[in-house]
């Protein structure tokens, strides 16, 4: 039930549509049948039919608020943000941070403060529609980080790239330029810096003028670092990516879209690490199913106030 964590790692290792059969760049799956490359698969996606949003009626579960919107119309806010020169910070919920927020109260209040709340685990998804509820489908990070990128090369947006080891970042970087030749790339910078340095990137973001913002890095302290320089770097779209810089850089893998549909990729990452992830996995879908039961029996009602509703 619980769905990779892309929210987490770098540091760590991590965590689609239905509709799409074509794998995305360094899909693992021997048996894949097509492997194209990041603008050809985001290409697919985009002419693929996508689930029906009701409306811009934003839906309270798990006492937060998450936005009823489809990867096509989430990144259609952040174009839309970018052209009228507001700032848009997304936040990515799976079941997995769904329990961690329960005990981490500044995991909460940042994901809470996001202009944009997505579903990035398919359980999310399934929960709302029992909950009564229902979100439109899965927005996974990885799959709004590659569109947007997408976007980025074809409308000649600047993108900063904040995460990873640096070796990481650089062949992460290497390989999207490989795909999006012409991608204008602001700046870049690892992951591995101290909450006293942060301040300080964030004006080297805003000095680079970037006008999307990535960041690959772990829980909470990516969601941390949006809720407190979000603002201050300038840039008008500050997406958390979890670990996608290490997918993409070809060091970790993602799961087939065989098993992204049937909502395991939680389980195709916990058989590369057993290890160390089985039991982490394990104690976390039995906690998101009693939370599910108990959202059943007893909604959480948001701790903050319903945003304005978009049109």
């Not at 389980?267 to 879908?285: D, F, S, W």
């Amino acid at each position: 039930m619980t769905d990779i964590d892309l929210s987490t790692t770098t540091e760590l290792p991590i965590t689609s549509d239905p509709s799409v059969t074509a794998e995305l760049p360094f899909a693992p799956d021997p048996n894949a049948t097509v492997e194209l490359p990041i603008a050809a698969a985001l290409a697919a996606q985009r002419v693929a039919p996508v689930a029906e949003s009701n409306s811009g009626q934003r839906r309270p579960l798990f006492g937060m608020w998450l936005d009823p919107l489809t990867l096509d119309e989430t990144v259609q806010r952040c174009l839309d943000a970018i052209a009228a020169g507001q700032l848009l910070e997304i936040g990515v919920v799976n079941a997995a941070k769904i329990v961690n927020m329960r005990r981490n109260p500044v995991l909460r209040d940042a994901v809470a403060g996001c202009d944009v709340v997505v579903a990035d685990g398919q359980s999310v998804v399934w929960a709302s529609r029992i909950l009564g509820a229902a979100l439109p489908e899965r927005v996974a990070g990885i799959d709004l980080f590659q569109r947007l990128l997408v976007e980025a090369r074809e409308r000649s947006l600047r993108v900063y790239f904040l995460g990873a080891k640096p070796e990481v970042l650089e062949t992460m970087i290497a390989e999207v330029e490989r795909d999006l030749p012409g991608l204008k790339i602001a700046g870049r910078h690892h992951g591995y810096f101290t909450d006293h340095e942060a301040a300080q990137i964030a004006d080297q973001v805003a000095a680079s003028g970037a006008d999307m913002l990535f960041l690959g890095m772990t829980s909470p302290k990516k969601e941390r670092f949006v809720a407190e320089y979000g603002e201050r770097t300038g840039a008008r779209v500050v997406h958390g990516v979890g670990g996608s810089f290490d997918v993409l850089a070809g060091v970790v893998k993602r799961a087939p879209r065989s098993w992204q549909r049937l909502g395991c990729e939680w389980l195709y990452r916990a058989l590369q690490e057993p290890r160390r992830l089985g039991k982490r996995y394990l104690v976390t879908n039995v906690a998101f199913a009693a939370l599910v039961v108990r959202e059943r029996i007893r909604p959480a009602k948001p701790a903050v106030a319903q945003a304005a509703e978009y049109s």
